[in-house]
């Protein structure tokens, strides 16, 4: 009898396991970048975006955590991590040497394309242009806390061959480019191409002259990333997490879900009418 009832009280305790653990819910804040249409960015401080649709599928199939994403400037998002004052940003490109502050990087989420778009009198024979050579004597616009180019570009910038001019926006870099305070601007294709449409739409900068934009050479492609502060002992749930959302990742990709999102967020967008 005793045998018996210390089986049921056994049994009981196992029984209840599973719905003491669904009550371990870990609260998560995630970064985003606040200024990087239409991948990722801010309205009324409520972030939105392509990569934002993708992860807010992705953690709700990650029962275990409560996730609040936070939109925040590119570059104080960058010193969160640095800081180990944040968990986790998106999105950015895999910089393993420049930022080692970040570590590691998710699997990647999204592919983007980076274009450099110039005024049209500039660099005027775009068959022969070899980045980022032909662009010697140039000035550049660059998003904030942005490391895109290459290290080619980048070590042209250090000779003074190339000058770098950044600003804190999309918006910002293309009005610099409309308004000639820069001779190109680089970034992702889509970002560039979304931007100049939303301008376009704002009657404020109807007598700019849009025709005198052209996309002159693609750079590079590259993926972004969710990236994780170094620093794992701040977070011991770290591991877990990160293992966690590389499977949906994973999963999404090959079920096509991203794909589908990426897709239905720039239609009827990407091209731009002059």
Known sequence: ??????????????????????????????????????????ENGEAKGIYYQILIKAFAQMPNYKVTIQPVPWKRGLKLLEKGAGFALYPPYKRSKERSYIEPYSTPILEEEVAAFCNSDTLKN??????????????????????????????????????????????????????????????????ILWGLKTIRGDNQYSNMEFSDIEEKTTISSEYGHLGYTKHASYYPFKQSFIKNFNHVIEKMLNDGSIEQISNQFFKNNLHFEK
């Open 126 to 191: 775009t068959d022969s242009l070899v980045w980022p050579s032909s662009f010697r004597n140039l000035t550049i616009g660059i998003n904030q806390g942005f490391s895109t180019g290459g290290e080619a570009f980048w070590k042209m910038v250090r000779r003074g061959d190339i000058s770098v001019e950044s600003a804190n926006s999309n918006k910002q870099n293309i009005l610099k480019l409309l308004l000639r305070r820069v001779d190109c601007y680089i970034n992702d294709r889509g970002s």
């Open 1 to 42: 009898m005793i045998i018996k009832r210390g089986f049921i009280v056994l049994l009981l305790s196992l029984l209840s396991l599973p719905a003491y653990a669904q009550k371990q819910i870990i609260a998560v804040t995630i970064y985003a970048d606040d200024a990087y249409p239409p991948y990722s960015y801010s």
